[in-house]
């Protein structure tokens, strides 16, 4: 069929028709469809004889109109020229609704129809573009909602009733129903209202039916609202009569509604009890004139163009109103046939089931209709508070669904009310002590577990609640309720246990997921309050910006916490109390009535009684006080008796009358001044007010037998509104308040949570007009810090205790998750205490701290698994965080230790990161630390020790190492095994150790101390080789930290040290401790010396610990410290710059000397430092030939060593002249003759040194050492020795030498000393050669006389002595001879020269003195000339040749006593 052309007359849209091809079904398809259904209704209709012949009657009408109209249309269907949608769809649905309305239809043929016009709704037909389809929808919905027909049975009733229902699904579904209008939608919902109601009298399938249509309904309807604009401006009196609806608070919705009948008119339900009035016809289902938009009074009602208009929100407000007036709706009776469900239980859940599907779906857009947010903030969040304590589970369930819906879409309007949900319903139902049934106690924590996993909802509670000083601390009260109730006490664990435990670990992961996400103000500065700010005023500049909220509300936390210690004091003494706070500048210095008002009012837990005495004072500041109190309050539009009940309720009104009196007139001013109304004056308010007093002390105190009437209440207060009566209704309102609800005088003192009235409703709305905004939290940690520090103890306390009562694996890892959670949040926020106090609490379920009393706790763990993953996570958090631990250090510790007792351990535990292997394969170190994969485990000296090794205990197992026979173990013994080994291998716990240089400063500190503390402190000969083994272990892991963490060995140094001076300076024997202690310290020392030059004197001087050892320990290790030492040497000795160092490392090594094993290693180290000077310094020089010299007398060992020793010493001068040289060229004048200085006092030393080697036993070492002494003394051309070094030279070496070697050559046995006579020789020679070197500088010296008179008398006395008994032949010939030779050379000097002089020439006269008793003739054989000129000279000839030294006279008795010596300094 082709496309007709459209006839003009049809208002069709023309554009693009190509589109609706597709768009619809074809149309001759649509035609035969609506024909099969016109079909339908005339077969149906003709089996009533009524429709079925022609009409008896006069009429020229043979056939019924209704048979007519669906003749005609089967007629035209099929001859139509257009599309459907250019058809209005009145033409084809007419016929139908008319057989729908018919009251002469019987249900059959009503029913067919019904199903007729559903088909045609549903096959989309019919949208928003068709002709006319307004019309249309209007049409079907008056025509179904006015369905009449006859009813024959309640079967084929109910059909029809069902298929109403459908038909009004289909109209909401159908695209078209936008088109409706908001009294058409209202009229849906009604009609399908009043059929559920209907249906509770009938089968139960209709009312399922008829409750699911309702349902979907409102569906429907509720989610087109995001799709509407903001209505504020379709008010009928614009926005300014919002504020009269919002405040309207006892609005009773009358539904307007019509009352479905059937046609039988006697229906046993025709006069039901609805909320409305009943509107009874004839065979009607519906009234046409009524709507669900007739309001209830105190609204603001919908201009009736507005309901006319397509749907929006005029009818959803209408609707949800009806929802919210069905909870109150107390007197509905569902008549004699009543609901298979319990009907007080059944109306509130259907109701509220509807609400939340509304909730559901119009979510956050309800927030843009001010009159639906209404009715959210007060009608229906009262009917949840009254309903939230129902007995019913159901209801309760259903309540917290849509108060979680209401969260989630809408918190930040509805602040106060859910902190009054909280506080009211749900925190005293899930306590058993308010009387709540278990199962309520079950639905409440279940809706506070499902509000936990909101993840911002504990830092929405937390920041608006806990950290608001005029609300509850909701989040403090839900935490410990979670904690409370996750607590099993004297029972074993529940289902409520457990949901209470998943609630506090939803709260603490949601923490523990927020770290990441990072938080600008996380360190939070602790809050201090400078100086008095109004507390009650305090405000936030922007509540959307984290930068400004978070300091505001963690200020106004503080002060909240100072308020409640203000409030405790003030409860214990008042004034002590007002001075705690102005302390805390919570109050001013000088107390005014508005801040003390302001403190009575809005700090909670003040003892009611003391405030009430306070007011109620008559001095002149407690009625200022009074009156500023009741200005506090806000009494706007409220009844006298609900006004009276607030201002009660804030304190004990006090007993005496004249306290009465004036509470009240400042109450009575405060009340006439926001709400006169009818009140003359303030006179007339307190007149009323003590009336009231007076009524509720006669209804409720039980000793007034005799109680007062309405007409004695009227009565007593006429005359009193300015002479006038006050309205009777009025005072019969009163009267029947105060009768019905007692006003409480004597309020609860703020224990527990408490009850929501009338009249506390009343003023939780005034006050969410004047609330501080909600804070609506982001996902970052700006508070959790806070809040995990109120929370963190009772929660691992409540985790802790599960964790010890639960016996299934899925508990376990919930406490286990929860654990992990609590520690990342607690190392995040630095909160050090917390994490010690979680590690002390699962260091007690790894059972290794417990005292072992089974047999084989190997075993025993690998069987418990509650142990191993507490141990697991013991490590892991000790791996993760250990940053923050500090005293749960010593727990894990004991944990370790005991698995070392066990021999569970791996091996590398203790090894240092720097080299893994060293420490447990290097020998004489003591035992290798026990190696849980290896039985290869060497004992300690002295300690027994069971296989150890966790091989060696499979081993004893498998009865490889036991004395007596075993079985073998089982297949449940070694999967035991198995586990365990697994388990410690999870723990990573060498980690700790090698990992410990990632650790902070106090942790590591922490740690070690932790380690010397488990140490145990030394004692002498009393440890067990248990506490040995124990001692030894802690040591060697001391030692590895310490080696790994060389760059912060300053924090550490001092705990080490300590702790191994203690094991040195206490042990009087040889063991493996003390071996540990000392070669773990020359470890440190060869490890870190390289490292740190800053504590390399420390590190050196910890060294002389090894001296302070015990004579037996020292002698036993003696070889192995000296090979460390010269390890150390080696590696460092660049690296060793202070006098200090060096003294402690010779001094080590001239112990060795003596030491017979030792003494290689020793001198080896030395010839280290010393050869060619490599590493002598100016520091080290005196105390290196120190130490040579111990080497050079050291008569153990070969005489060879001592020579090499000499050789060094002798050697060592070249530094010296090198460092003069070096000085010369890059030193400034003044440098150089200090240096110059020191280099002579370090030759002197050395000079000296050699000096007693001299008087060695040995022969070739003595010779060796006075040949090294003269090269010493000869070869310092390159240095600079002052005058007065040579003469300390003389006196304190060359002399001294002479006359010991004299000695000794003449007192000692030959046996001792071998060959005397060739050292005197060597002596002699080295006088000689060394006097005639210096001859020249010498000769210029003032005390020359005295050195040379030294010399020849030295000469003098090796030519008398006597080796073995007799004379020396070689002395005597050697001693003239060299003697000679001096004098020849004095002689050509012209120093030794015959002079006049006043006093006599005495150095010739005393040289000749001594020169003559050694050998006479040397004086004519040196000075031939001289007996010539002999006489010349006595008789006082001039004097020629060279001046004369200057010499002091000396007279013959001072020669004589200084040949004895004197002259030796």
Not at 478 to 484: E, F, I, R, V
């Amino acid at each position: 069929m082709g496309r007709l052309k459209l006839q003009a007359g049809i208002n069709a849209i023309e554009e693009e028709p190509e589109e609706y091809d597709d768009a619809y079904p074809s149309k001759t398809t649509l035609a035969c469809m609506i024909n099969s259904e016109i079909g339908a209704v005339m077969s149906v209709m003709r089996r009533n004889v009524r429709w079925g012949g022609r009409y008896m009657s006069g009429d020229d009408q043979l056939e019924h109109s209704l048979i007519q109209s669906l003749k005609t249309l089967k007629r035209q269907i099929f001859s139509w020229q257009h599309q459907w949608h250019a058809i209005s769809p009145a033409l084809y649905l007419q016929p139908f609704l008319d057989v729908i309305r018919s009251d002469e239809t019987g249900a059959p043929s009503t029913s067919v129809a019904l199903s007729s016009v559903y088909k045609i709704l549903t096959l989309d037909v019919i949208d928003q573009n068709t002709v006319n389809v307004e019309d249309a929808m209007h049409l079907v919905v008056d025509s179904v909602t006015s369905c009449r027909f006859e009813v024959t049975d309640p079967a084929s009733e109910e059909v029809v009733l069902m298929k109403i229902l459908q038909v009004f699904v289909a109209c909401m579904k159908s695209k078209a129903s936008v088109m409706l209008s908001n009294q058409h939608v209202c009229t849906l919902v009604n009609t399908c209202y009043r059929i559920v109601h209907q249906a509770g009298a009938k089968s139960e399938l209709l009312q399922r039916i008829a409750r699911h249509t309702m349902h979907e309904l409102i569906r429907c309807i509720f989610s087109h609202l995001q799709d509407v604009g903001n209505t504020e401006h379709a008010l009928v009196n614009g926005s300014s009569t919002l504020k009269q609806e919002i405040g309207a608070l006892n609005n009773e919705y009358a539904f307007g509604s019509k009352q479905l009948e059937n046609g039988s008119m006697n229906s046993e339900y025709d006069n039901q009890s609805l909320p409305t009035d009943s509107a009874a016809g004839a065979a009607t289902v519906i009234d046409e004139n009524t709507a669900i938009a007739s309001s209830g009074k105190g609204t603001v009602p919908y201009d009736m163009h507005l309901m006319t208009e397509p749907y929006g929100v005029p009818c959803m407000v209408e609707i949800f109103h009806f929802l919210c007036s069905l909870l109150n709706a107390e007197h509905m009776d569902m008549g004699p046939r009543s609901n298979t469900i319990a009907f007080d239980e059944d109306v509130p859940l259907f109701a509220l089931n509807l609400i939340n599907a509304a909730i559901e779906l119009g979510g956050p857009s309800i927030r843009q209709h001010p009159r639906l947010l209404s009715l959210v903030q007060d009608e229906l969040f009262r009917s949840l508070m009254q309903f939230g304590l129902s007995t019913s589970a159901l209801i309760l369930s259903m309540v917290c669904s849509i108060v979680l819906n209401l969260y989630h879409h809408l918190r930040a309007e509805l602040k106060l009310q859910l902190e009054a949900f909280f506080s009211c319903v749900i925190l005293r139902l899930a306590q058993s002590r308010y009387g709540a049934s278990y199962q309520q106690q079950e639905v409440a924590m279940e809706a506070v577990v499902d509000f936990c996993r909101q993840k911002t909802f504990m830092v929405d509670m937390y920041a608006n609640f806990d950290c608001d000083i005029t609300c509850s601390n909701v989040f403090e009260d839900l935490a410990n309720l979670l904690s409370k109730s996750a607590f099993p006490v004297n029972c074993p664990l529940s289902s409520m246990h457990i949901l209470a435990l998943d609630g506090l670990i939803a709260v603490i992961q949601g923490m523990a997921e927020r770290i990441g996400n990072g938080s600008n103000i996380s360190e939070h500065s602790p809050v201090n309050l400078e100086e008095y700010t109004p507390f009650w005023m305090v405000k936030c500049e922007n509540y959307n910006d984290p930068n400004h909220w978070v300091p505001f509300v963690r200020r106004r936390k503080y002060m909240k916490r100072r308020l409640m210690i203000g409030a405790d004091h003030f409860n214990r003494d008042p004034k002590k109390g007002l001075e705690f706070l102005q302390g805390t500048h919570l109050l001013p210095d000088k107390l005014d009535p508005q801040s003390v008002a302001c403190f009575f009012r809005y700090t909670a837990g003040l003892d009611k009684n003391l405030v009430g005495d306070f007011l109620g004072n008559h001095d002149e500041f407690c009625v200022q006080v009074l009156h500023k109190f009741a200005g506090t309050f806000d009494f706007q539009d409220m009844n006298i008796d609900t006004a009276l009940r607030l201002f009660l309720e804030t304190f004990r009104l006090p007993g005496e009358s004249q306290k009465i009196q004036r509470v009240l007139e400042a109450f009575s001013e405060r009340y006439y001044e926001q709400s006169p109304h009818i009140l003359a004056n303030k006179d007339a308010a307190l007149v009323l007010s003590y009336s009231l007093i007076l009524l509720n002390t006669d209804q409720h105190n039980v000793q007034v037998k005799k109680k007062m009437t309405e007409e004695d209440f009227i009565r007593n207060n006429r005359h009193i509104n300015g002479g006038n009566d006050l309205p009777r209704e009025f005072l019969l309102e009163l009267y029947h308040s105060i009768c019905k609800n007692e006003i409480r005088t004597t309020p609860d003192q703020g224990a527990g949570f408490p009850e929501m009235t009338p009249s506390r409703w009343i003023d939780l709305m005034h006050k969410s007009k004047k609330t501080a905004p909600f804070i609506v939290s982001d996902s970052r940690a700006y508070l959790d810090h806070d809040m995990f520090a109120i929370m963190s103890g009772p929660t691992i306390a409540a985790i802790s205790v599960v964790f010890d009562h639960a016996e299934h694996e899925e508990v376990y890892q919930t406490c286990v998750d929860g654990f992990l959670a609590v520690a990342k949040i607690s190392a995040c926020h630095h909160l050090e205490d917390v994490l010690d106090d979680l590690v002390v609490s699962l260091c007690k379920f790894t059972t290794l701290l417990n005292p072992s009393s089974v047999e084989e706790p190997v075993l025993a763990f690998g069987d418990d698994t509650k142990a191993r993953m507490a141990t697991v996570t013991v490590f892991s958090i000790a791996n993760r965080y250990g940053d923050y631990i500090r005293t749960g250090w010593r727990n894990i510790l004991d944990c370790i230790l005991r698995l070392h007792k066990l021999g569970l351990l791996p091996a590398r535990v203790a090894s240092d990161a720097a080299d893994e292997s060293e420490l447990s394969t290097e020998t004489g170190h003591g035992k290798p630390i026990a190696n849980s994969l290896s039985s290869a485990h060497m004992p300690s000296i002295g300690t027994p020790r069971r296989s150890s090794g966790l091989m060696g205990r499979f081993s004893q197992l498998l009865s490889l190492e036991t004395e007596e026979p075993r079985s073998q173990p089982t297949e449940q013994q070694l999967a035991a095994h198995q586990r365990t080994l697994q388990t410690i291998q999870k723990c990573h716990i060498d980690s700790i150790f090698t990992e410990s240089k990632f650790l902070q400063a106090e942790s590591l500190l922490q740690l070690a101390r932790a380690l010397i503390w488990a140490a145990g402190f030394p004692q002498k000969g009393s440890s067990t080789p248990e506490d040995e083994d124990t001692a030894v272990f802690c040591l060697e892991l001391l030692i590895a930290i310490t080696l790994n963490n060389r760059d912060r060995i300053g924090t550490l140094w001092q705990g080490v040290y300590e702790h191994i001076s203690n094991i040195v300076q206490s042990t009087v024997m040889p063991c493996a401790l003390v071996e540990k202690a000392v070669f773990g310290l020359l470890k440190i020392c060869q490890r870190l010396l390289p490292y740190k030059e800053s504590i390399a004197d420390e590190l050196l001087r910890s060294l002389q610990l090894v001296l302070k050892l015990d004579a037996r320990v020292a002698d036993a290790y003696c070889e192995q410290i000296t090979q460390e030492v010269n390890r150390l040497v080696k590696a460092n000795a660049s690296h060793i710059r202070s006098q200090l160092g060096w003294r402690t490392i010779t001094s080590l090594l001239s112990i060795t000397a003596k030491h017979l094993e030792a003494s290689e290693v020793g001198f080896e180290a030395l010839l280290f430092i010393m050869s060619d000077g490599a590493h002598l310094l100016p520091a080290n020089y005196v105390l290196c030939v120190e130490a040579a010299r111990h080497f050079a007398e050291s008569r153990v060992g070969q005489a060879e060593r001592s020579v090499r020793a000499l050789d060094l010493m002798a050697g060592s001068v070249d530094c010296l002249v090198q460092w003069t040289s070096e000085a010369t060229q890059t030193m400034g004048e003044e440098e150089v003759s200090k240096l110059s200085q020191d280099i002579g006092e370090m030759w002197l030393r050395l000079v000296q040194g050699l000096r007693k080697v001299c008087l060695d036993q040995r022969e070739e070492v003595r010779n060796h050492a006075i040949l090294s002494l003269q090269k010493c003394l000869t070869g310092v051309d390159g240095i600079y020795l002052s005058h007065s070094v040579w003469l300390q030279c003389f006196d304190l070496v060359i002399f001294t030498v002479l006359d010991d070697l004299l000695e000794i050559a003449q007192g000692q046995s030959q046996k001792d000393y071998r060959n005397m006579e060739g050292t005197l020789i060597f002596a002699m020679k080295l006088l000689s050669k060394v006097y005639l070197q210096l001859l020249q500088d010498l000769s210029q010296l003032s005390t020359f006389c005295k050195i040379w008179l030294g010399v020849l008398s030295r000469m003098e006395k090796y030519m008398k002595v006597k080796v073995r008994g007799k004379k020396s032949e070689k002395l005597q010939e050697l001693v003239p001879e060299l003697l000679k030779n001096t004098l020849l050379v004095m002689k050509t000097r012209g120093i030794l020269v015959q002079r006049s002089a006043l006093g006599g020439d005495s150095l010739w006269e005393l040289t000749w003195l001594h020169v003559n008793n050694i050998a006479p003739s040397l004086q004519s054989e040196v000075y031939p000339e001289q007996d010539s000129e002999h006489l010349q000279h006595e008789k006082g000839g001039s004097n020629e040749g060279l001046e004369p030294v200057e010499v002091g006279s000396v007279s013959p008795n001072d020669t004589a006593k200084r040949e004895d010596s004197a002259l030796v300094g």
